[in-house]
């Protein structure tokens, strides 16, 4: 009687946890992918047995690989002692969007949540959707997201905002073997000495689209990389990194992006990187690795107190392929760009309308170029409003040296995912199109997406369509 009686009620616990909801009874039956429903802000570690008290750090606990856990909206408050919600297994999280469901450390002026929002472990191949992540405060690095022992972490339409690290990664760490997919995501309001918004490093690996990395502040007066610290391999395509800051002292660099290892690769392509300052490279700062930047923009950045208004080069080989490089600023030498070493390859992109001090006179303070113990090397159809010696770049047949203002748009949303600089249709000086262009070959877009004709590519990021 005992045996058959601990059967019915066994039998009876089942039937109550799936018809209590919070494991479908179809989810039940296929047990791989189950789907579990939180739903209590607590941040408690019970069990997730009555669908009226099942909460985030519960379901995380007892999810199987492959679980998908549905977040309501609500404001998730993590309490210091029971620490970061970490994660180790196959996981999806999916909130009720960035603006409804937010998990959060540490409100605005509160310190009493001294953890990672959410840590990730080896096994990890988490995805965080429609999900705010905010108030970390890491010891080290990793505020919001720390994903630093070779997880892989996919975020996609979600908020890191107003996390800290100590160190650096104030939003996202993303360290040793780890990747992170990083899709219709901000990163903003972010800090940490160096790398405020984002830490790539080690053999990491970052892959960033139609993303949004602003706003971000390093706290140290000689930090790096307001924007984003690269010291390993990132792609980051149809994206912004805008009005970050890193140290605004002599040895600050990389307001939008610094990197800083002999074995990085950076590539951008068709984004924005614009509004950012620091002390030197206010756009970007190469120290260290390779990079490659294509139908971008790179403008309205600011070297505060050094060079390199928008670009800053100083070591690796480097190509800066139909880019437009605009109305960036420095106090010393090269308000678009300044190379202290290694070698970069300039090929049909536009420098025009960057200053010195705010000014384009003298011409002596080289306000589009300057080199020094570098090699720059025309691939030609380059448009340099102004060339002085101090650029040391021997023209290219095709290249249009010294002719004047560009005429440029400012920076606009005229299509495309990130804003440009339109070219104006009669701005003559700055359009070429050339049949002798080998890459002019039908199959090229400009930033915005908007296909180059064939042997009328114009040089820089932005297109003229009729």
């Not at 789907?35 to 802000?41: F, G, N």
């Not at 610094?258 to 206010?282: C, D, H, M, P, V």
């Amino acid at each position: 009687m005992r045996r058959v009686a601990f059967r019915s009620f066994s039998v009876l616990l089942v039937v109550a946890v799936i018809s209590l909801g919070w494991v479908s009874g179809s989810e039940a039956r296929h047990r791989h992918h189950p789907t579990i429903h939180v739903t209590t802000t607590d941040d408690a570690t019970s069990t997730c047995l009555v669908k009226a008290y099942c909460s985030l750090r519960s379901a995380i606990t007892m999810a199987q690989p492959g679980t998908k856990i549905v977040i309501p909206g609500g404001f998730f408050q993590l309490s210091n002692g029971l620490g970061s919600l970490a994660i180790n297994e196959k996981l999806t999280l999916q909130g009720a969007g960035a603006s409804a469901t937010q998990i959060v450390g540490n409100t605005i002026g509160q310190s009493t949540f001294m953890h990672p929002v959410f840590t990730f472990g080896p096994a990890a191949a988490a995805t965080l959707k429609g999900l705010t992540v905010s108030g970390g405060n890491a010891t080290g690095f990793g505020g919001g997201i720390q994903n630093t022992v070779g997880g892989t972490v996919n975020l996609i339409s979600d908020v890191i905002s107003n996390n800290v690290a100590s160190s650096e990664g104030g939003g996202i760490a993303n360290e040793g073997t780890s990747t992170i997919n990083i899709s219709k995501t901000l990163v903003t309001a972010n800090e940490a000495p160096s790398g405020a918004g984002i830490e790539n490093s080690g053999s990491g690996v970052l892959n960033m689209a139609l993303s949004n990395v602003s706003g971000n502040f390093d706290t140290s007066t000689t930090g790096a990389g307001g924007g984003i610290v690269e010291d390993a391999t990132a792609f980051i395509t149809k994206s912004t990194i805008a009005n970050n800051s890193a140290g605004l002292t002599s040895t600050g660099g990389g307001g939008g992006i610094f990197e800083n290892n002999a074995s990085a690769q950076l590539t951008i392509t068709r984004s924005t990187i614009s509004g950012n300052q620091a002390a030197n490279g206010g756009g970007v700062y190469i120290n260290l690795g390779n990079a490659q930047i294509v139908d971008s923009t790179v403008a309205q950045n600011d070297a505060t107190s050094g060079t390199g208004g928008g670009l800053e080069v100083v070591a690796g080989t480097n190509t800066i392929l139909r880019d437009t490089v605009a109305k960036n600023d420095a106090r010393v030498e090269g308000g678009g760009i300044q190379a202290s070493g290694g070698t970069t390859f300039l090929q049909a992109s536009i420098f025009g309308e960057n200053t010195v001090l705010g000014t384009r006179t003298p011409l002596g303070l080289d306000p589009d170029c300057w080199s020094i113990g570098a090699t720059l090397v025309s691939h030609d159809f380059n448009v340099i409003q102004d060339v002085t010696v101090d650029c040391h770049l021997t023209p290219g047949p095709h290249d249009s040296f010294s002719v004047g203002d560009p005429n440029l748009g400012g920076l606009a949303f005229n299509g495309g995912p990130t804003e440009t600089m339109a070219i104006p249709k009669n701005a003559s000086l700055a359009v070429r199109r050339d049949a002798h262009d080998p890459l002019c070959n039908g199959h090229l877009h400009d930033q915005r997406g908007k296909k180059r004709a064939k042997h009328r590519c114009d040089s820089g990021a932005f297109q003229v369509t009729k």
